[in-house]
């Protein structure tokens, strides 16, 4: 059971937007740290795709944008193309004094 | 540029030991708290551990707590993650992560920088 909650699946066909969404309480997203989010290639580690709740790492495209609101969060993809087709993870702070994650959304390019 | 590698991970029986290791480069290496994240096959990740530049903090997952043990060697630009009693659920992808910003408490900052992984799998 994962501190921040995400949908498992998200699904969209290629030019279509998506947006996934990350749950959080009081003791972390609530409690105004910030929210990270990484993207998963298949057999890869993850990468940095947005954080501190809507920035852009250089070389990120800018279809790729991020929200935070109160104890949740969202990422927005934009323009949809087949290589978006990855894992996507929230992150953010919690008050038991770590780092915790959202158990990850697969997102499908149809 | 930043480099993380990681080492050590490998086939072990329940009960067992393992030691991974992670050479960093490219970066002030002191200055940072560095942390191992661990991901299940075909799960989510999970924050295992941090500890800060001069060893003055150090958190363990419940899930890990008293079996595990971080440490880190600044003159050698290496994290060590030294992993006793070795449980089935350990089974999972080890990395080894840096945040973005230098002195930044393990999961306030962003990781910008991963290592490759390095698969333990705990099996009789």
């Known amino acids: 059971q994962s501190v921040l909650t995400q949908p498992p699946s998200v699904s969209g066909a290629p030019g279509q937007r998506v947006t996934i969404s990350c749950t959080g309480s009081s003791s972390n997203i609530g409690a105004g740290y910030d929210v990270n989010w990484y993207q998963q290639l298949p057999g890869s580690a993850p990468k940095l795709l947005i954080y501190?709740?809507?920035n852009r790492p250089s070389g990120v495209p800018g279809r790729f944008s991020g929200s935070k609101s109160g104890t949740s969060a969202s990422l927005a993809i934009t323009g949809l193309q087949a290589e978006d087709e990855a894992d996507y993870y929230c992150q953010s702070y919690d008050s038991t004094l770590s780092g915790v994650f959202g158990g990850g959304t697969k997102l499908t390019v149809l | 540029q930043v480099q993380l590698v990681e080492s050590g991970g490998g086939l072990v029986k329940p009960g067992g030991s393992l030691r991974l290791s992670c050479a960093a480069s490219g970066f002030t290496f002191r200055h940072y708290y560095m942390s191992w994240i661990r991901q299940a096959p075909g799960k989510g990740l999970e924050w295992v551990s941090y500890i800060s530049s001069g060893d003055t903090t150090i958190y363990y997952a419940d899930s890990v707590r008293g079996r595990f043990t971080i440490s880190r060697d600044d003159g050698k630009n290496s994290l060590y993650l030294q992993m006793n009693s070795l449980r089935a659920e350990d089974t999972a992808v080890y990395y080894c992560?840096?945040?973005?910003?230098?002195?930044?408490?393990?999961?306030?900052?962003?990781?910008?920088?991963w290592g490759q992984g390095t698969l333990v799998t705990v099996s009789s």
């Open positions: 992560a840096r945040p973005d910003r230098e002195y930044c408490t393990g999961g306030v900052c962003p990781i910008d920088h």
């Open positions: 501190d709740n809507s």
